[in-house]
Structures are given as C-alpha cells and as structure tokens.
C-alpha cells in the first residue's frame, strides 16, 4: 500500500472511502481494487455488495405492494421472526436500524440469496415480484400501525412427495405419544448426504379440532391463552407458576388453579426486561430471597419472598453477558445444588463461525459459571452451540443441558442433544461434532481437539430445537416417570420434512443415567398438511405434580395431567 493509500484510509470512513479510491485509482493508475473494499466492508448489510444499492425496487409504486407483502410475510416469514416482525427466540427482529437503513437492492439481495449457515433460507423460489412486495413491507414496518394476523389453516396444503424417513430417524408424520427412538453415532450420515433445506415452519392459528396428544391416561388442557410469547417456564417453591414472555420484556406469574386447570390468578411480576428467558430462585429451599433473571445481556436480580405478586424493586445488575443483535439470545440461569456457583448457558452468535477468527464468538456457544453475585466468571464447558435449557439432577448435582446443534450439513446432521454437562468438557462446536467426527467446513482444524470432543448422553434428531428441560420430581404421574427428563422440541427450519414440534421423555428407568433413549410425549402440533399451529417451548411441574408447556406457536400454555384409574 502506498503512502497516500494509507492516509486515505486511515483519515475517512467507510462511507466516503469509495470515493476517495475512485479518486485515488485515476491518480495512481488504477491499483486499487474496489470489490476488495466492498468485501472488508463489514458495515455492510449482510455484506451485500455495493452493486446492489443501484438496484431499485421496480414495484415500489404500486398501490398493494405493502399489502400483497404483509400477506407474503405472513405465510413465509412470521414464524421465525415474529408475527410484528420483532423477532422469535434467536431469530432477529426486522425493525432495527440495520434492516432501517439498508437499501432496497441489499433487501432484495439478502431475501433473495439467504444465508443457510446463519439459519436464512434463500427464498429466490418466489417470484421476483413477491420478493420485491417482502423488500415494501419489510421498508414499511417503521410506520406499520397492526399487527399482520397469522392466516387461517388452509386443507389445500400437502406435505409432497417426501420419501418415508429412514430409521433411527423421523418426522412429524410418525411422531406419536409413546413411541420410544434412539440415535446412536453409528447412525449419522455423512455430510451433505441430503441437500440443506430452507422449510421454516407455515404458522397458521390453531383450528378448532386440534389439540396436543399425550398417551394414554393423560389429559391435555388449555392452562393460560392470549399470551405474548411465553417462553421458559419456573415453579416457586410456593407453587406460583412464572413465565418469562420474552418478546414483551416481562415475567407474568400464576397463582392457584380453579377446578378445570385454569391459573386463579394472573399478575405481571417484572416488566421493561430485555429479552428475559431464564427464571432461577436463590437460594434453594422454601424461603427464597432473590429471583434471578437471564436477560439476553445480563444476568439481574430481584428481591424476592414467597408470596410477592410483583417485584417490590427495580433488577438489580448481576453480570453481563456477550450478547449481539444477531444470533442466539436465550440465556438461561440455574445455580449449583450447594448455591456457591451460578450457570448461565451463551449460545453462539452464528451456526458455525471460527472463534479463532470472530472475536464475537468470545465466552459464546458456552455456558459460564459465577458465583451469585457476578463475580468471578470463568467457562464452565464449551464447545456447545447453544444450550436453551439448563437443569440441575436433584438425584446426583449435576448440570444438565439441552442443546441446538449446527445446522447447513443436511436433513440428518447434526442431532441435537440432552447430555449431563462436563467441567471443563469440550462438545465439539464449531470444529467437531459427536465426538471425532469433523465439519467439513472447518476441515483440518483443531486435530488437538478431536479426541477430547464429547459425545452427549441423548442424541436427538436433528434440527428438533430442543429448549427447556426438567427432572420430573412430582408425585402425579406413575411411578415410572419420577426422575425422568421431559424436553420440550421448538421444531425444524432446516429440515425437508418437518421434525419436532412436541415434548419428549427422557426415561432413566430408576437410575441416574440416560441410556440414550427418548420417547415421543406430548404431540399434535404440526396439522396434516405441514402447517403448523404449535411450538412448545417451556415446561415445568406444578405443584400439583402436573406438566405445564408453554407455546410460542399459539400463546398458550398447556397442562398435562394423569388420570388415575
């Protein structure tokens, strides 16, 4: 680089730095590549080539762009970025400045182009004119004044011509209440043994005659509706019931249930949260004092006693936490059973960026302990893309997880997990996977690390987007079920043939050990046609030894009760 490069760069933004290349090739001769610095530009939108902001939108004009948009939206994109576009679970709103202020050629690009390894489909299998409505509705969300409302189930909708999965794996088509399933590493394909697909879930509004499905001798019922994306579920020691509803930045709490399974009572607890997901009370027993909250940045806490209806004082700051517009955002809380440690699971920012590379992978794809006040934070195990749901083994101490695994690989690759969580334990992210097996997209890094990558207790199919979990310790169900895990499974994007979307069981068979077999439990939520109606992700037991799931599909929560003979 020459002297007067140097300067340039050095002396003005990005913004104005094209020009003063373009000014500087015609001085110099032209040795200055302009695509290098549309490359490095990393202010970029999605790192959309500066060719596209001369692209504009050739429907702009047209009266029902917006309209015929907010339809589109509606049909292919609410499930995964929220019906007002504020975003679901990991998945980033679209009214921020960084979509405000890209252009409509960077839009139109990025829709059109997706980006599998980040969880984007490319939707350039819609006409380009229905690509261009989506860029207008997308454009008109700062002045959007309602809501678009999730369409109604249609009977037109066919699942195609997908081919019968092939065992050990499955689909929503075989799931059923009872049936037992387990994946071993012997089981897992190779790479790109099927294409990546791009099949996020069509959310429609629940019809009248769906309903989840339990086995036999149990009984499903609505417990809470007309919720704002109720997320992890937490019983108090009291019995009181809490839910964080993520997208509105509040606890609400539950107290009592009326004769037909219904919350006596409804109070918002916390309010003005970011993004909260994790709900742990501290210290354990029956008196409490604090209740602890995963915001998405930062640990809080909130003086707490049984009995309190809504916080009598504002969070206080615990520790942050890395955190990014983009990437995974749920941070879940849970604290050793002796109460001098805390956990807090990080998911990862990306699918599957080098940490080595991205400095926003740091303390990532984690889960870190501290002590309860914030201090001395250190990683407890790594390696794991992204652990939703933590939960201590009442039996045995140990920290459980339930993890999302990478996506992009194919239908089969790579199974999510529930596995008791290792000090100090490697779990393969983003180099290895299920032990000593590599990413081919990180082919010939970290060979150190091979033989310490640590194949989980329960491997799960994969793309399930496994979230909470607990240990069933209530006195309700058989006796069969006391100890056992339950897991609630958000359901697939990337998968051809839609997977998940139900609760499992993790049955341990009276011994503190998964054997690696699982158990469809709580089912129903994808209809027939694909559509999709559901997706739990919260479960608790309530005090009367009842399963409680919370469901961002339909703002619901749903009880789970046994019918004693």
């Known amino acids: ?36 610095l549309a490359q490095d530009d990393t202010s970029r939108f999605h790192h959309a080539p500066l060719s596209v902001d001369d692209v504009h939108n050739p429907f702009a004009t047209q009266a029902n762009a917006v309209n015929a948009g907010r339809a589109l939206y509606a049909t292919h994109c609410a499930a995964c970025h929220g019906a007002s576009a504020q975003g679901t679970g990991n998945v980033p709103a679209l009214t921020g400045a960084k979509v405000k202020h890209a252009s409509p050629g960077a839009l139109f690009w990025f829709i059109s182009k997706g980006d599998i390894n980040d969880g984007m489909p490319a939707w350039n299998t819609l006409p380009e004119q229905q690509r261009w409505n989506l860029v207008s509705f997308v454009q008109s969300l700062g002045a959007a004044s309602s809501t678009p409302a999730a369409p109604a189930a249609t009977a037109s909708m066919t699942p195609g011509n997908w081919p019968k999965p092939k065992a050990p794996f499955t689909d929503f088509r075989y799931e059923s209440p009872g049936t037992s399933r387990k994946i071993v590493v012997a089981d ?3 790479p790109y043994a099927t294409a990546s697909a791009g099949n996020a879930p069509q959310l429609v ?37 809490f ?30 949260l970011n993004k909260p997901f994790g709900i742990a009370f501290y210290p354990a027993g029956p008196y409490p004092q604090w209740i602890y909250i995963g915001n998405t940045d930062q640990v809080v806490r909130i003086p707490y006693k049984n009995g309190d209806l809504q916080a009598e004082a504002k969070p206080e700051h615990v520790a942050d936490l890395p955190h990014s517009n983009d990437g995974h955002s749920t941070r879940d809380v849970s604290f050793s059973p002796d109460g001098k440690r805390m956990y807090v699971s990080v998911g990862s920012a990306s699918n599957v960026d080098d940490p080595d590379t991205t400095p926003g992978e740091k303390n990532r794809a984690d889960i870190l302990v501290f002590r309860p006040d914030g201090s001395d934070m250190q990683v407890y195990a790594y390696g794991i893309r992204n652990a939703v749901g933590l939960a201590i083994d009442p039996k045995t101490g140990e920290l459980w997880c339930s993890v999302n695994e990478r996506d992009g690989l194919g239908d089969n690759l790579v199974p999510d997990y529930i596995t008791h969580v290792q000090e100090g334990g490697f779990y393969g992210w983003p180099w290895w996977y299920m032990g000593a097996h590599q990413d081919p997209r990180h082919a010939d890094k970290h060979p150190e690390l091979a033989s310490k990558a640590i194949v989980p207790d329960v491997l799960l199919n994969p793309h399930n987007a496994s979230l909470q979990l607990m240990f069933y310790t209530g006195e309700q169900f058989p006796a069969e079920y006391h100890g056992d895990i339950f897991a609630s499974e958000h359901g697939s994007w990337n998968r051809s043939a839609r997977v998940g979307y139900e609760v499992i069981r993790v049955p341990r068979h009276d011994s503190n050990r998964a054997t690696g077999e699982y158990q469809d439990f709580l089912t129903g939520f994808v209809l027939p046609s694909g559509q999709v109606w559901g997706r739990p992700v919260g479960i608790t037991a309530a005090s009367d030894g009842s399963l409680l799931v919370s469901d961002d599909g339909s703002n619901s929560i749903w009880r789970v009760s046994y019918q004693k003979p």
């Open 1 to 36: 680089m020459n002297r007067l490069s140097y300067v340039l760069i050095r002396r003005f933004p990005a913004a104005k730095l094209t020009t003063c290349m373009a000014v500087l090739g015609a001085v110099t001769g032209g040795g200055f590549p302009l695509h290098a």
């Open 188 to 190: 897992l394909p190779a």
């Open 205 to 241: 509004a629940r019809p009248p005659d769906a309903w989840p499905k339990a086995p036999p001798g149990f009984k499903v019922e609505l417990f809470a509706n007309g919720l704002e994306n109720p997320r992890l579920l937490r019983t108090a020691p009291n019995g009181d019931v």
């Open 243 to 272: 839910v964080a509803e993520t997208r509105a930045g509040r606890i609400t709490m539950f107290r009592g249930m009326t004769a037909d399974g219904r919350p006596k009572e409804t109070h918002v607890f916390a309010s003005g």
